[in-house]
């Protein structure tokens, strides 16, 4: 019985640190992505395209994912707007198979300023890949 419970946990060990290695290379092609400016391949990459999907910016909650396309080319309609986006801090909790916490930092190096904040996302694990169903960036 103690070496199935050992395995069984060196498996569960492998699974989560599978995740976390996916929904990171989610967040660097997401970085790429905005700093070559399409913000259309930022927002397919890494978040659900459903009317579900949660967005929480200051005193603002925006629901969908066209509705948040939207709003990020309104917010950045430029290159320069959008300038260059590094993520830190990065700490990834995977809860389950299909659920994973992920907390960190983002900065915008532009030629003007450098606006910065903090981010909690929510991932779920679809047939697709791991996607983002609720962000609280500030």
């Known amino acids: 019985m103690k070496i199935l419970l050992l395995v069984a946990g060196t498996f569960a060990q492998a699974q989560t640190g599978k995740s976390a290695i ?37 005193d603002r909650v925006t629901y969908g994912w066209q509705q948040t396309l939207d709003n990020y080319k309104k ?33 915008l190096k532009r030629e003007k300023d450098d606006p910065k904040g903090k981010f909690t996302l929510l991932f779920r694990k679809f047939k697709e890949g791991w996607r983002i169903v609720a962000d609280h960036s500030s």
């Open 75 to 107: 917010t950045y309609a430029t290159k320069e707007l959008m300038g260059t986006l590094t993520f830190s801090d990065l700490e990834i909790e995977v809860l389950s198979k299909d659920a994973a916490f992920v907390t960190g930092s983002w900065h």
């Open 22 to 58: 996916a929904i990171r290379k989610i967040m660097d092609d997401q970085t790429a992505a905005w700093n070559r400016g399409d913000l259309n391949a930022f927002m397919s990459i890494g978040y659900w395209r459903s009317d579900k999907l949660k967005f929480v910016s200051g």
